[in-house]
């Protein structure tokens, strides 16, 4: 650990009525952040690594099941058969047009629909 750098005199003026200077709070404050870093590498270092490179747990996006992209189908031809465009994620887009057929079409629709706004 390194040593922390006072100036001379410091703890020589502190009594034990005096409260420590400001520079004696700071130093404490820098082991005590200096501490807490070293615990949380340590910590880090006796965990897990996914295989993507996710800590703890895995935050990579996944992909759209069958059943996801069918319910996003679904609701968007409700949607525009009540007359509202949908605006669906750019992923939700990409899967659709992968499918083709009607999926694909009702896709190349809001695409054009949505003046190739997506998200
Ligand atoms: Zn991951």
Do not use: H
């Not at 404050?29 to 895995?58: F, H, K, Q, S, Y």
């Not at 409700?78 to 992923?91: A, M, S």
């Amino acid at each position: 650990m390194a040593q922390i750098r006072r100036s001379p005199g410091v703890e020589s003026r502190a009594t034990s009525n005096t409260p420590p200077s400001v520079q004696a709070q700071y130093s404490a404050g820098n082991d005590t952040a200096r501490a807490a870093l070293l615990r949380m590498r340590r910590i880090m270092l006796r965990t897990v690594t996914e295989p993507c490179g996710c800590r703890w747990a895995c935050r990579c996006p996944k992909p759209l099941t069958v059943n996801q992209i069918d319910a996003w189908f679904k609701a968007a031809a409700y949607l525009l058969d009540q007359g509202v465009v949908p605006q669906l994620p750019v992923e939700v887009l990409r899967a659709l047009w992968l499918r083709g057929g009607s999926d694909r079409e009702l896709a190349g629709e809001l695409y054009a629909a949505t003046w190739a706004v997506v998200t």
